[in-house]
């Protein structure tokens, strides 16, 4: 029995692509909560490393300026003894790494099959979502509309997520992929699960309590609606203002959003630690995490991040790293900006920016973007080479 299992289990592998079959396998772990998924992450990369060791100096070499980056990141990390931050950037270099592989690996049929793994993976996770908070306020003497009712709430939404917010971060971009694919498929089931996942995850996202999800969600439709469809993108805006400005002035529809002038007043003392660490070394910057390591030369209370993308990259990589970063996804913005008013691939550069899009208009506010499971899935969507967009253009979905 033992014996016709391998022989099975190595007729399967000759016949398909074991890196293109440990994408897919590390695209849905990363759906499971980070202490599952990583290591199954770091099993998948080893083999990967391992299947590439004659050309390995090779991969290293394709890193280019992000290589450089990752090296400047753990030199500043060692000068500052910043040994969080050392740890840190050696995950971003074996994210990098994988990466590496993906572009090297991809075609338009496994990106399809990876944005729905994303999206639909996202139906699981809201139904957990929803059991924890409807068993914290049955268990704790509250009923179902609990996170309506109380301003100082004491569960958020999580599912497989570190917390609420990297959780909320998450169910926006299934929600952004949703629209894609329902827009895009000629397939009736597609749609039905499209409009299933725009459903659930917009409970999801209320469930999170994140304020700042609200604004976000709406910059990403509109977004993305502007390149599916321009003539539906104005009634996208006018509607999402109308929203919006009844939510201001009735904050009590949503959790949270009462004590909106308390959440900016501590973003504005987040935001000024972060700043005054950069300070403390503008040129450099203190390493990665460098937040969660010198936030004690100003306030008391610890924070794992800046709440800021700017501030926060700053803080970590000063002067000198942020053009370095910038350096690094030139070439990539180039190439993105250069097709942006092709329209044989409109719909794909609207998802890929929408992304972008997401990230840094969520970045105003919070970091969730550097989380292994939001960044892996961000990574994947937008780090499709041009040449496979318009064969993703070219098939049905």
Not at 110 to 132: D, H, R, T
Request: hydrophobic share 55%; net charge positive.
């Amino acid at each position: 029995m033992m014996g016709s299992s391998t022989k099975a289990l190595k007729q399967f592998l000759a016949e398909h692509d074991v890196m293109i079959l440990g994408i897919i396998a590390a695209a849905i772990a990363i759906l499971f909560p980070f202490f599952f998924g990583a290591p199954i992450l770091i099993v998948i990369l080893g083999s990967f490393i391992w299947l590439d060791r004659k050309q390995f100096k090779q991969t290293i070499a394709e890193l280019g300026w992000v290589g450089i980056f990752i090296v400047y990141s753990l030199i500043v990390s060692a000068i500052n003894r910043n040994l969080i931050g050392l740890f840190a950037t050696i995950a971003v270099a074996l994210i990098a790494l994988f990466f590496v592989y993906y572009r090297r690996k991809l075609n338009a049929e496994l990106y399809v099959l990876l944005l729905k793994i994303f999206c639909w993976g996202s139906i699981p996770l809201a139904f957990m979502a929803l059991y924890q908070y409807l068993n914290y306020a049955y268990t704790h003497g509250f009923d179902m509309f609990y996170i309506f009712k109380y301003h100082n709430i004491q569960t958020r939404a999580e599912a497989t997520f570190f917390n609420a917010n990297y959780y909320g971060l998450y169910c926006v971009f299934a929600i952004t992929i949703a629209i894609y694919l329902f827009s895009r498929s000629n397939f009736k089931h597609t749609k039905l699960m499209s409009l299933l996942v725009l459903l659930l995850n917009t409970v999801s996202i209320i469930l999170t309590a994140s304020r700042w999800l609200l604004p976000t969600i709406v910059v990403a439709i509109v977004w993305l609606v502007f390149f599916l469809n321009r003539k539906y993108a104005l009634i996208a805006m006018v509607v999402s203002a109308v929203g919006l400005a009844l939510l201001l002035f009735n904050p009590e529809i949503l959790p949270r959003l009462t004590t909106l002038a308390y959440a900016f007043e501590d973003r504005f003392i987040i935001w000024d630690t972060g700043w005054r660490i950069f300070l403390t070394n503008p040129l450099i910057g203190r390493g990665a995490m460098s937040y969660v390591n010198y936030y004690y030369l100003f306030v008391d209370e610890g924070k794992m991040h800046a709440h800021q993308l700017l501030i926060d990259t700053l803080a970590n990589f000063g002067l000198y790293g942020l053009m370095l970063i910038c350096v690094s996804f030139s070439g990539y913005l180039r190439e993105t900006l250069s097709v942006l008013n092709d329209r044989k691939i409109r719909s794909e550069i609207g998802l890929i920016t929408s992304f972008i899009v997401i990230v840094l208009f969520h970045g105003l506010m919070d970091m969730a973007i550097f989380w292994l499971q939001t960044g892996f899935i961000f990574l994947v969507v937008i780090l499709v080479p041009i040449n496979i967009v318009r064969k993703v253009a070219e098939i049905e979905i």
